[in-house]
């Protein structure tokens, strides 16, 4: 089964918190949903993730766009 | 009215209008904070005394204009009772002004107001070889611009980074502003460069480990500063400072500096062309045993 990916490279806070954000609220069990963002969503995409229990699993790069594994929380 | 009279009375926060015989009143705000008591004393006393017209000041100060001079006394006498003074002018220590602080703003790192209050204290009003402003903002943001200030004052954040959980994400250096992040050359830590680190903590929210944490939540110190016709910023001087008596204790040495080598009717950013920052930074270190 291939992971759900949610690319929000496209967008712009506040949009980018919002698609994450129900992104997780859909993302089926083990809930863990890979997200693709570039460099300027870094810190407000992670902040919130943290701020409302979820993990970051694992973070990877490729040409500059950030690739994260977030572990959906409980 | 002679000069040295008018003089006097500008000390004490009364200035000379434009139009004979009249002044425009300073009262004394401490960052920017008064209760409603005093703003419906203070807007009685202008109905009764001026002519119904507040100033807010471009330093949170108010004050109220168009007021006689035959009444003076008697607008003073009429706010003293709500705990609201007259403020001050020339060359005194001025106005603190002070953001809301992190009591109140969700990027508070410190309480401004609180230490606004010691400072005022402290030192409102005392006499200096030219006006002496102290401003203190609440976080990096530095909503209340401290590089205007004489002494200007920020929340500041200094991490530290723990090792152990570090998978060299390269996220805290990617959302770094200043680029103050680099791996060491064998790749096995990270480093923080602190002339370079600007405070804002954003390497710590970003963190997804948790590697990221505050080694310091404290105050920065930044000196000679000022507008008018030649403005200037002020510098940073000292390491982050780990309470508000450290940085009240900082505060008070860059004062006596002032009082030592300013020239009368000299601004302490002029001041310290003629001295160099390195002289200030040395006679605050002795004074306060600072680093």
């Known amino acids: 089964m291939t992971m759900p990916l949610l690319d929000i490279t496209g967008d712009v806070c506040p949009m980018t918190f919002v698609k994450v954000k129900m992104g997780l609220h859909r993302v089926p069990p083990p809930g863990i949903l890979t997200v693709r963002l570039k460099e300027e969503a870094l810190k407000n995409v992670i902040s919130s993730l943290k701020a409302e ?9 490729e040409e500059g766009i950030f690739l994260l594994e977030v572990t959906k929380a409980g | ?59 949170q100060g108010v004050e109220i204009p168009h007021v006689p001079q035959g009444a003076l006394a008697a607008l003073k006498e009429s706010l ?37 209050g010691i400072v005022d204290k402290e030192l409102y009003g005392k006499p200096v070889p030219h006006k002496f402003k102290v401003g203190i903002s609440g976080c990096v943001n530095n909503c ?46 990270l480093i923080v460069d602190p002339t370079l680190c600007i405070g804002c903590g954003d390497c710590i929210t970003s963190c997804p480990t948790g590697s990221m944490r505050e080694k310091i939540r404290g105050y920065r110190v930044f000196a000679g500063g000022k ?50 920052f390195p002289a200030l930074e040395t006679f605050v270190k002795e004074r306060t045993g600072l680093s």
């Open chain 1, 53 to 61: 229990g979820h993990r970051v699993t694992n973070v990877s790069r």
């Open chain 2, 1 to 59: 009215m002679s000069e040295a009279d008018y003089k006097e009375l500008k000390k004490g926060g009364m200035m000379r209008q434009a139009e004979a015989g009249l002044f425009s009143v300073r009262l004394h705000v401490v960052g920017g904070r008064l209760a409603t008591a005093q703003l419906r004393a203070i807007r009685e006393a202008a109905d009764r005394f001026g002519r119904g017209e507040i100033h807010l000041t471009t330093r």
């Open chain 2, 80 to 116: 003293a009772p709500s705990g609201v003074g007259v403020g001050v002018c020339g060359p005194t220590v001025r106005t603190v002004t002070a953001c809301q602080g992190c009591r109140v703003c969700p990027s508070g790192v410190i309480d401004s107001p609180e230490l606004a």
């Open chain 2, 144 to 189: 209340m611009k401290a590089e205007e200030n004489d002494v200007g004052i920020k929340g500041w954040i200094e991490p530290r980074r723990e090792a152990p959980a570090c998978t060299f994400c390269g996220v805290c250096q990617a959302v770094c502003p200043t680029k103050a992040i680099a791996t060491s050359v064998d790749g096995r830590t």
């Open chain 2, 227 to 276: 507008f008018g016709r030649r403005p200037s910023l002020g510098r940073r001087i000292l390491w982050v400072l780990r309470t508000k008596e450290e940085a009240m204790t900082a505060i008070v040495a860059v004062l006596g500096f002032f009082r030592e080598h300013g020239n009368p009717r000299e601004r302490f950013g002029d001041t310290l062309q003629r001295t160099g």
